[in-house]
T-cell receptor, first 119, second 117 residues
Framework: DTGVSQDPRHKITKRGQNVTFRCDPISEHNRLYWYRQTLGQGPEFLTYFQNEAQLEKSRLLSDRFSAERPKGSFSTLEIQRTEQGDSAMYLC?????????????????FGEGSWLTVV | AQKITQTQPGMFVQEKEAVTLDCTYDTSDPSYGLFWYKQPSSGEMIFLIYQGSYDQQNATEGRYSLNFQKARKSANLVISASQLGDSAMYFCALREGPQGGSEKLVFGKGTKLTVNP
C-alpha cells in the first residue's frame, strides 16, 4: 500500500494521559498536513509541514498539542494532558510540491485517520 | 463569512440516477482550487475531483463531474449513474493559492448522500 498511513487507527485514553499519533505520508510527498474532525463536521486544519519545517499552525493547536516531522518523512502528533474535548478523528494528509508557476492544483491525499476517544 | 457552504445536510437518490451536491465558496484570492472528497463510514477521505480557478473547462473524473460557475462562486459535484457504494459523506473544500499564503484546505460541513436500491 503506497498511500498515507496512520497509526494507531483507534485509541482510547483516560483524561490527563498523553497520546501520540504517527503518520507516514506518500513517499515522494514533501508536504504533510494534520487535520482534526469531530462528529458532524468537516475536517479542520491543524498544522502543515514542508519537509521538516512546520510552516503553519492553526489557533486550534493549543499548547498541549505538538507536531514534529524530524527527518522530513513521517510525522507525529502528540497531545499532552488529554481532555474530553480532544475526542475526534485526527487525519493526516500529504501532497507533492507545487511546480514553478503552479497554482493550487496538487491533490492532497488523506490517510484513514486515527480515532481518539478520551474517557 | 464561511469560506465553504454546503447547504444540503442530506440527499437521497435512487440507484442509477444522477445527483447534484451543492457547494458555494467565498474567496477574494484570484488563484484557488476546489476539491471534493468522499468519506465513507470507515473515515478515510477519498479524493474525487479537483477544479482550478483558472481551468477553462469543468473537471470530470469518470462518473464525477464538477459544475463550476465562477461568477456565482459555486462548484457543484454531479455524480452520474449512482451506485449503492456512493452512499457516504461528501465534502467540498477550498484551497487558496500561493498568493494567499496558506496551504490549508478549508472544508464545508458535508452532505450525507444515501443511494436507495
Amino acid at each position: 500500500d503506497t498511500g498515507v498511513s496512520q497509526d494507531p487507527r483507534h485509541k482510547i485514553t483516560k483524561r490527563g494521559q498523553n497520546v501520540t499519533f504517527r503518520c507516514d505520508p506518500i513517499s515522494e510527498h514533501n508536504r504533510l498536513y494534520w487535520y482534526r474532525q469531530t462528529l458532524g463536521q468537516g475536517p479542520e486544519f491543524l498544522t502543515y509541514f514542508q519537509n521538516e519545517a512546520q510552516l503553519e499552525k492553526s489557533r486550534l493547536l493549543s499548547d498541549r498539542f505538538s507536531a514534529e516531522r524530524p527527518k522530513g518523512s513521517f510525522s507525529t502528533l502528540e497531545i499532552q494532558r488529554t481532555e474530553q474535548g480532544d475526542s475526534a478523528m485526527y487525519l493526516c494528509a500529504s501532497s507533492s510540491p507545487l511546480g514553478q508557476g503552479e497554482l493550487s492544483g496538487n491533490t492532497i491525499y488523506f490517510g484513514e485517520g486515527s480515532w481518539l476517544t478520551v474517557v | 463569512a464561511q469560506k465553504i457552504t454546503q447547504t444540503q445536510p442530506g440527499m437521497f437518490v435512487q440507484e442509477k440516477e444522477a445527483v447534484t451536491l451543492d457547494c458555494t465558496y467565498d474567496t477574494s484570492d484570484p488563484s484557488y482550487g476546489l476539491f471534493w472528497y468522499k468519506q465513507p463510514s470507515s473515515g478515510e477521505m477519498i479524493f474525487l475531483i479537483y477544479q482550478g480557478s483558472y481551468d477553462q473547462q469543468n473537471a470530470t473524473e469518470g462518473r464525477y463531474s464538477l459544475n463550476f460557475q465562477k461568477a456565482r462562486k459555486s462548484a457543484n459535484l454531479v455524480i452520474s449513474a449512482s451506485q449503492l457504494g456512493d452512499s457516504a459523506m461528501y465534502f467540498c473544500a477550498l484551497r487558496e493559492g500561493p498568493q494567499g499564503g496558506s496551504e490549508k484546505l478549508v472544508f464545508g460541513k458535508g452532505t450525507k448522500l444515501t443511494v436507495n436500491p
